[in-house]
């Protein structure tokens, strides 16, 4: 159940994709906890269950995908028995996402104005266009949009990458939402555009108290934006930690993988990839399923599921041999 301090626990999360291929296991089992003002890292390869799980939370899974176990709360509520009715008034207003790509989150056929305004109208009946319009221009504004009063009326092919991207930001802010989901947000920007989507983030978050799940591969943008991490390989939780103990004190291997695949400039140690791939996760790997790609995989890994287990206070792993590594 929901602890104190909690905006969000998410226990046992099931989602499965029915294909004609078979049953796709992107999320088989995931738990973790977001706290209230914090930024928790989602971190794993492609492929891994990461944008899965939010959309799960938001119950936004695109078909063939289905929620198949599992209990999420919100603010000490069940969401997953919620009707359809009382999601709709929890997204935006309480649950908001940026999403990965705005080229294809935005609709090229509606002006800025138009998208934006029609979700502060649909949440408020009792607003008028104006009062969305001047709302919507004051965030754009916000987030860095030049001429907002101007530009509002674009479409978002008159944009720059960086600049639609700014867009998904306003939107998913204009409810004032408790809880942000960022899913991979720099995705296709330049270094400069960035980082400085990633200083907007954090002065907004500085500001408004939101709690935030920032989605990412780069561990990177991990230590830098997060005070927590959880990692996911192939639909299922690999480590749980703060973050500055996944950096300095990770027991997962697969953890420890992903750091020894980022430079760093105060070490000077040499670079590794992790060999193989993410298994196919309809014919997924018995037993632990980083087994094929962990040097420090033994028979048990192969043959039993690693549970999930609290190896101090706040720090919890999945691996059979976390207590050698």
Sequence with gaps: ???????????????????????????????????????????????????????????????????????????????????????????????????????????????????????ILSHNGSVKKEEALETTVKLLDKVGMPEPETRVRWYPHQFSGGMRQRIAIARALLLRPKLLFADEPTTNLDVTIQAQVLELLKSIKKETGTSMVLIT????????????????YAGRVAEISDTSTAYRGSLHPYTRALLRSVPRIDEKVELESIPGNVPNLITPPSGCRFHPRCKYATAICSEKVPPLEEVEKGHFTACHHWREL
């Design 217 to 232: 591969h780069d561990m990177g943008i991990v230590a830098d934006m997060t005070s927590r991490v959880t990692v996911l």
């Design 1 to 119: 159940m929901q602890q104190d301090g909690d905006v969000l626990r998410v226990e046992d999360l099931q989602t499965y994709f029915f294909t004609e291929a078979g049953v796709v296991r992107a999320v088989d089992g995931v738990s973790f906890a977001v706290k209230k003002g914090e930024t928790m890292g989602l971190v794993g390869e492609t492929g891994s269950g990461k944008t899965v799980a939010s959309y799960s939370v938001m119950r936004v899974v695109p078909k063939p995908g289905k929620i198949v176990a599992g209990r999420v709360y919100y603010d000490g509520e069940e969401i997953l028995s919620k009707s359809e009715e009382e999601m709709r008034k929890l997204r935006g207003e309480q649950i908001a996402m940026i999403f990965q790509d705005p080229n294809s989150s935005l609709n090229p056929v509606f002006t800025v104005q138009e998208q934006l305004t029609d979700i």
